[in-house]
């Protein structure tokens, strides 16, 4: 929206965000899309608009969304009640339509990251008898839905993942089942081997400037110089 050099730019307008309805941060999309979850479903903001509008079809409570690389689609995890013990992955045209079944998850989803390799990469957690506290599972789905394959599990709570270029490793951010110590762990797709790249930090995200960037639990953001196909890092941030 055009404003005055001086003034403020309104990136987007939802009468509905209140701390009774409200539920995850702001997504961007590819194309300046932009979306949101409440506690009723899923509002989105096309390119060029000011306000956002909700998207009819997605009634539960949705834990996690992300766009397709091209930002057509949306793809969330939606619970069917506050008590649910799994949840229901499906997909949505951005602009609104029917969605589109995809596949349950078991548990709660922490992350979910639509890449251009043609999967979704999702994070969840659930209780576990065979260890103490929570359980947490990586897992990856075709886009056009299918099988899942459990990536890893289990470990602490997992959050923000990105893949690395080639496809063959993903790094994400996790803290220990006890809340503490977050940290990121790079781990080798064909191997199934993980590597601690960063043993305080968060929200990684791949740059094409051959480095991760992500940040400290205090607030600051760093860049880490990182060979993606040895997965390790080759410099200080």
Known sequence: QTADA??????????????????????????????????????????????????????????????????????????????ATSESLRKIPSGGGTPIPLGTVSGSTTSIRWEPDGRIYIGTFDTCTMHIGVCTIRLRIPENGGASDTLLAPTGVPFVTDLLPGSNGIVFGEFSRSGTAPRIVALDLKTGDTATVVVSGMAPRWSPTGHLIYASPTGSVFALPFDPGRMRATGAP
């Open 6 to 83: 001086d003034g403020p730019v309104v990136a987007f307008r939802a009468a509905e965000l209140d701390s009774s309805s409200v539920g995850l941060v702001p997504v961007a999309g590819p194309g300046g899309w932009l979306a949101y979850s409440t506690f009723g479903g899923v509002s989105v903001r096309a390119p060029g608009a000011t306000d956002a509008i909700p998207l009819a079809g997605i009634g539960g409570r949705v834990s996690a969304l992300t766009f397709s690389p091209t930002g057509e689609w949306i793809a969330y995890s939606e619970a069917s009640g506050p008590n």
